[in-house]
């Protein structure tokens, strides 16, 4: 009966909360990692609704650590007294192996770290799909673009003659 109520109320038990769609046509990816996120209960609650934005959000270092920066995730309205910061840096946790090897693709690479989702696992927990990738220019969007539309006529063509 609980698990109806959720569903009623809008809110995300597990699932996508936040996705960077722009992120896959901007960037080519390389490589993805999911990421811990340090997260305030009535953060949490927000993301639980499905409100925040990764649009322009990026990671990157700060004092060896990485942290999410510029994501927005709106206040939550629900009667809490502490308030939040809604676009604050945003602790990410990963292992030293792994943050070592994204800042050294980041420095030596010219690579960049790009959020593409915020989403909740099977225990319920916040995590970030991180990507490290390499930015596209004008010409390679169109090359995807036509990629893309070629990909879906191809498949289009093979149903109808099926």
């Not at 990026?58 to 942290?67: I, K, M, S, V, Y």
Request: glycine share 8%; hydrophobic share 35%.
């Amino acid at each position: 009966m609980v698990a109806k109520d959720k569903k009623k109320s809008g809110l995300i038990s597990h699932g996508i909360a936040a996705q960077n769609r722009k992120a896959r046509f901007d960037y080519t990816i390389k490589e993805t990692v999911e990421a811990g996120l340090v997260l305030k209960g009535p953060e949490v609650k927000s993301l639980r609704h499905g409100r925040a934005t990764l649009t322009e959000a990026w990671a990157g270092e700060r004092d060896g650590e990485l942290f999410l920066f510029n994501c927005y995730i709106p206040e939550y309205q629900g009667g809490v007294l502490s308030r939040f910061e809604p676009r604050a840096p945003r602790k990410l946790l990963l292992k030293h192996k792994q943050i070592d090897h994204f800042l050294g693709a980041i420095a030596r690479l010219r690579q960049t770290l790009v959020p593409l989702d915020i989403h909740f696992n099977e225990q319920g927990r916040a995590k970030v799909t991180l990507a490290l990738a390499e930015g596209r220019n004008k010409s390679d969007k169109r090359h995807a673009v036509a990629d893309r539309d070629w990909q879906r006529d191809k498949s289009r063509l093979m149903r109808e003659k099926g």
